[in-house]
C-alpha cells in the first residue's frame, strides 16, 4: 500500500492524472492478464494522452462560447435545400480552415444559419481547432469595453487566437460609424490569420445601410469575400413550419 501511496503522489506531482487516477486497477489488469512491460507502459502513455486530448477538447468547446450545442447530424436537409449534404461533408474537412476561407450563410430567420454554424465549428472543435462564437450585438459590446473590461479583454484575446471566428446574427441591428470602423479593424486582423463564418439576414448590397458608410462597407466585404464560400439559403422559417404548442 505505501507503494501505491508513492505511485499515487509522483503521479500527482508529474500531471499524470490517469495514473493518479486508476493506478490501483492499472497495476491489477497487468497481474490479471500478464502484460509485459512494455505493455503495460504503453497502456498507460495512451491513456494518459487520451485523458488529456478529452481535457483539452473540453477546454476548446467551453472557451468556444457556443450558446447551445448543435451537431450536423440533426440539420434537416430535406427541408432546407438550399445547402446540400455533400457541400457540408465537403466542409467537415477543414481545408477551408487551413487555408483560411471564410463561410456565409445567408438567409432570413430560421432557415439554419446558425445552427450550421455552430455546427461546423463544434466539428473544429473535435477536430483540434480553436474556435470563437459571438453574435454581431455582443461582439460590438465586447469591441467597446475590451479597455476597460477584464471580461471582454479575455473575449477579444481568445477571438484573435481563435483559428476560427463565427459571428451570428449579423443585420439585425444597425450599428454605428464607430462600431463599423472597429469591425472594420477586427476583419482586416482576421483576415490575414483565421477563418470566419458569418450568418447575415441582408445580402451585401444592404450593408452599405447596416454600416453606415459606402467605402468602410467595400473595404470589410473586400476582405471578408477574398476567399469566402457564400451559401444563398432561402425558404421558410424551421421554427414556425415545426413550431410546439401546449395544446
Known sequence: MEKLEQIHEYAKNLNLNYLKINAYKI??????????????????????????????QEKRIKDAGFPVIKRIEDFDFNFQKSVTQKQINRLLEMEWIDRMYNLIFLGPPGVGKTHLAISLGYKAVEAGYKVSFTTMDKLMHTLKTQEISRR???????ILSSSLVIIDELGYLPISRDEANMFFELVSVLHEQASMIITPNKGFEDWSELMGDPALTTAILDRISYRCELFNMNGKSYRLEHRKSLF
Open 27 to 56: 497495476i491489477e489488469d497487468a497481474d490479471l492478464k500478464n502484460i509485459s512491460y512494455q505493455d503495460f507502459l504503453l497502456s498507460v502513455l495512451e491513456n494518459e494522452i487520451a485523458l488529456k486530448n478529452k481535457k483539452a
Open 152 to 158: 471582454s479583454k479575455g473575449k477579444m484575446n481568445r
